[in-house]
């Protein structure tokens, strides 16, 4: 089955530092990656829509400057949290679409999730 | 625009006995539904699908679902619970003109007591 990748599975930085999650589509091609962000005992908040060439979509009230996603190829998708803030703090997760069949009633497959502390 | 409501934030069975776990949503074209089971710490698990065709759904780990629009339901069931169904359930839904932009519940908690 399709299996999705992402990278670091937990990470600590201190106020001020930027951290880069990434997300890889290990054996298929994801033309569209998704980020979340999931706070405890809640359900997951799409922060943006990644595809593969393009500029990333922002969900409003999320800040592109912020939270930088990368898509430059059809199995890696970044996302970049810059100068870190205590609030960042959260469960960040991506979720890709196989290029094979519709993307309209394609599942999501998911990446195990960034458990990201920020001190 | 698409909205989904998932009816107990938690739910707690005894191992053995039956699992239903609600879930409604609202669309404005005809949905394409979700179910997906989260563990601790992990991310998100397909368990079902209903897309076209058969309005009964069967998944993985033995949970079905019915989707009946005229409820706008598509409840989640398990005959028999095991310990290992502990875990958190999303039920999420997703428009043909919002491929992938899944809109998802807030979650319930299921528990599975000895």
């Known amino acids: 089955g399709a299996v999705v990748s992402q990278h670091p599975s937990w990470v600590i930085c201190k106020s001020g530092t930027s951290v880069k999650i990434e997300c890889r589509s290990l054996d298929f091609q994801a033309t569209t990656m998704f980020w979340y962000r999931q706070f405890p005992k809640q359900s997951l908040m799409l922060m943006a829509t990644s595809n593969e060439g393009s500029k990333a979509t922002y969900e409003q009230g999320v800040e592109k400057d912020k939270f930088l996603i990368n898509h430059a190829s059809l199995t890696l998708s970044t996302l970049t949290v810059t100068s870190a803030h205590p609030e960042d703090s959260s469960f960040y997760i991506c979720s890709a679409i196989s290029m094979t069949g519709s993307s309209y009633n394609s599942p999501l497959h998911f990446g195990n999730g960034t458990r990201l502390t920020v001190t | 625009a698409q909205s989904v409501t998932q009816l107990g934030s938690h739910v707690s069975v005894s191992e053995g006995a039956l699992v239903l776990l609600r879930c409604n949503y609202s669309s404005s074209v005809p949905p394409y539904l979700f179910w997906y089971v989260q563990y601790p710490n992990q991310g998100l698990q397909l368990l079902l699908k209903y897309t076209t065709g058969a309005t009964l759904v069967k998944g993985i780990n033995g949970f079905e679902a019915e989707f009946k629009k005229s409820e706008t339901s598509f409840h989640l069931t398990k005959p028999s619970a095991h310990m290992s169904d502990a875990a958190e359930y999303f039920c999420?839904?997703?428009?043909?003109?919002?491929?992938?932009?899944?809109?998802f519940g807030d979650g319930t908690t299921l528990t599975v007591k000895p």
């Open positions: 999420a839904v997703s428009v043909f003109t919002n491929a992938g932009k899944s809109t």
